[in-house]
């Protein structure tokens, strides 16, 4: 059973940065086979993709973040993080992240493929 907690998470104002981690553990496999991707929902709306990466380090990205957000994976310290700069009013949202260990290493956003999702944490940008 993988275990995911993410941090990260707080109040910013309209532009401002924030960086979001995801710790995995408790993993049977090595935590370099797993593909992780970030999520978020917010008040009244479906849950949606943000950035995946895959175990072969490939990456994706939603389009409402694309040169604003980094999805980046330390396997030494089982961490994925999510560099979130230039934040938007719209970007807040209960942020998740999720984990499957995938038969052919690629980088998804598909809700359906992970296995493991961590609790969440809450990001609100401010005008």
């Known amino acids: 059973q993988v275990q995911l907690e993410e941090s990260g998470g707080g109040s910013v104002q309209a532009g401002g940065s924030l960086t979001l981690s995801c710790e995995g553990s408790?993993?049977?496999?090595?935590?370099?086979?797993?593909?992780v991707a970030w999520f978020r929902q917010a008040p009244g709306k479906e849950r949606e993709g943000v950035a995946g990466?895959?175990?072969?380090?490939?990456?994706t990205y939603a389009e409402f973040v694309k040169d604003r957000f980094a999805i980046s994976k330390d396997n030494t310290k089982q961490i994925v993080y999510l560099q979130m700069n230039n934040l938007k009013p719209e970007d807040t949202a209960m942020y998740y992240c999720?984990?499957?260990?995938?038969?052919?290493?690629?980088?998804?956003?598909?809700?359906?493929?992970?296995?493991?999702w961590g609790q969440g944490t809450q990001v609100t940008v401010s005008p």
């Open positions: 990466i895959g175990c072969d380090g490939s990456t």
């Open positions: 999720a984990a499957y260990r995938p038969l052919v290493c690629r980088a998804t956003m598909d809700p359906g493929e992970f296995r493991y």
């Open positions: 408790r993993q049977r496999y090595k935590y370099s086979e797993f593909s």
